[in-house]
């Protein structure tokens, strides 16, 4: 098996993570992390989504419900070491019809999602409770041995233990995302994310079994002003956003009052609106970011 090496950085046996995280709610997390993965997938690089919050929106997005879900194993059991991540990760996928039978769905190729389940909202305790569970996401990338190209994390709304555990993986060549709505209250709340951050990297310098330095490599603006959408405080947080974060600032997404249909249909934004505004900017950011068409 051979990987483009951007995707193995320093050698390492495990892909890129790109960690969607900031503590606030309903920031646009999931909408940013499925539509990436999905742009990726399907232009021809292999992704796992990883669904790390308990309100379950990127496993509804790919394809699973509880009842979709009943009698599987979700992230929480391979957070506690009851399941491997082979057992867990299944192949994404939306739906089409009715029922929970096959055909009522249709497979996304090269993405996988680890579904989540109401129990991971118990994730930090059980980290606090059994100390070796903090290392669960360093025993899966130390054991990983595929070909996919970004574990995507979409993270609740916190900075608890169980995002810990895995922002101690990351690296420079990683990236932590912040994906938030352009208001300004979203904005500011960045500063704590970065306060966080530091907060992580000095905890674990000096240590050898993990690298220790999560970076906020990219950040996320969404639902920025378009010609018919000219909501002031958009263009005040656009404005708070370049100044502050320029560097890092990916291209805009802009607004789309058709976005939020993603969670009614159960599907994936780039593949249920495929010629929105944010669908054609999510492709305009993967392009930016380097994931070109491969059957191009």
């Known amino acids: 098996m051979t990987v483009d090496p951007r995707f193995r950085p320093k050698g390492r046996n495990w892909p890129l993570i790109w960690a969607f995280l900031i503590e606030c709610g309903g920031s646009t997390k999931t909408s940013s992390a499925t ?46 070491g009851d399941a491997t991540f082979d057992e867990v990760a299944l192949p994404a996928r939306f739906r089409i019809g009715d029922g929970y039978d096959e055909d009522a769905f249709a497979p996304i190729p090269n993405l996988r999602v680890v579904p989540s389940s109401a129990t991971m909202a118990g994730a930090d305790t059980a980290i606090a409770e059994d100390v070796d569970r903090n290392d669960w996401f360093v025993e899966l990338c130390r054991g990983y041995a595929g070909d996919d190209t970004v574990f995507y994390m979409d993270f609740p709304a916190s ?88 560097s890092v600032l990916l291209p805009y997404v802009r607004y789309s009052a058709d976005a939020k249909k993603l969670y009614e249909d159960e599907c994936p934004l780039p593949i249920l609106l495929p010629n929105s505004a944010p669908s054609v900017d999510y492709r305009k950011i993967m392009t930016h970011l380097g994931f070109v068409d491969l059957a191009a």
Do not use: C, W
């Not at 920025?224 to 909501?231: F, L």
């Open 159 to 246: 900075y608890g233990k169980m995002p810990y555990s895995v922002l101690r993986m990351l690296d420079e060549d990683d990236s932590v995302i912040p994906s938030i709505k352009a208001d300004p209250k979203d904005v500011k709340m960045v500063a704590r994310l970065v306060d966080e951050l530091e907060r992580v990297r000095s905890k674990n310098r000096g240590r050898m079994s993990v690298p220790g330095r999560p970076t906020l490599n990219h950040m996320l603006l969404t639902g920025t002003p378009t010609p018919t959408y000219k909501e002031a405080a958009a263009r005040r947080a656009a404005e708070l956003a370049q100044a502050k974060y320029g």
């Open 35 to 80: 539509s990436m993965a999905v742009t990726a997938a399907l232009r021809g690089y292999p992704g796992v989504v990883f669904d790390l919050d308990s309100n379950m929106s990127s496993s509804l997005i790919l394809g699973y419900d509880e009842t979709a879900l009943k009698g599987k194993k979700t992230a929480y059991d391979l957070l506690r």
